[in-house]
């Protein structure tokens, strides 16, 4: 199974400022990844998928990059709407995983 | 607009059975893979069963393997999962979601439903 490890746990931030969330895989996963984000009581919403590409209606401060083990979510200047839980999930192999999420909070 | 609509949640006893429902609209159902992700109380999220547009193929978590059945009626639109043996912990939110910009069962989840809540409890 493909581990995903997630850094930081949580990122405090102010609006305005960038963020950089991790993800770092215990395999290769090639470009198979992904990028969704969780607000509370809500359903994920895909963000980024295959490290790069951002999904429909996402607006461009949010980028990612990165391949193999190495990722990152990029939001270019945090929104008040940013604030949530991201989490990152590989489907380079069966079962697929997901990391254990950088809550973003505000400072 | 895509809608992803689930149903069969509730409380059943450690060992019990349950089936959840999610209903789609707004695209072709049967052009898709589908699947289904649970979240623990206060907990991230786990990836659980995926299966193929045609229903023909379907993968799942180990923890899942052997006690749940996905399905699906292309005719009827809709996503099923057969939960059997029901532990402590399966309890979760479960989501159904679709699965986009790509046609094979592990492509990413484009569209998610709000979920249903599943309590294994006595």
């Known amino acids: 199974e493909i581990v995903l490890t997630q850094s930081p746990a949580t990122l405090s931030l102010s609006p305005g400022e960038r963020a950089t969330l991790s993800c770092r895989a215990s395999?290769?996963?090639?470009?198979?990844l992904a990028w969704y984000q969780q607000k509370p009581g809500q359903a994920p919403r895909l963000l980024i998928y295959?490290?790069?590409n951002r999904a429909t209606g996402i607006p461009a401060r949010f980028s990612g990059s990165g391949s193999g083990t190495d990722f990152i979510l990029t939001i270019s200047s945090v929104e008040p709407e940013d604030f949530a839980v991201y989490y990152c999930?590989?489907?380079?192999?069966?079962?697929?995983?997901f990391g254990g999420g950088t809550k973003v909070e505000i400072k | 607009e895509v809608q992803l609509l689930e149903s069969g949640g509730g409380l059943v006893q450690p060992g019990g059975s349950l089936r959840l429902s999610c209903a789609a609209s707004g695209f072709t159902f049967s052009s898709y893979a589908m699947s289904w992700v649970r979240q623990a109380p206060g907990k991230g999220l786990e990836w659980v069963s995926d299966?193929?547009?045609?229903?023909?193929?379907?993968h799942y978590a180990d923890s899942v393997k052997g006690r749940f059945t996905i399905s699906r009626d292309n005719s009827k639109n809709t996503l099923y999962v057969q939960m059997e043996s029901l532990r402590a912990e399966d309890t979760a939110v479960y989501f159904c979601a679709k699965v986009g910009y790509c046609y094979t069962p592990s492509c990413p989840r484009d569209y998610w439903g709000q979920g249903t809540l599943v309590t294994v409890s006595s």
């Open positions: 295959d490290a790069s």
């Open positions: 999930q590989q489907r380079s192999a069966w079962p697929l995983t």
């Open positions: 299966i193929s547009g045609s229903g023909v193929s379907t």
């Open positions: 395999q290769s996963v090639s470009s198979f």
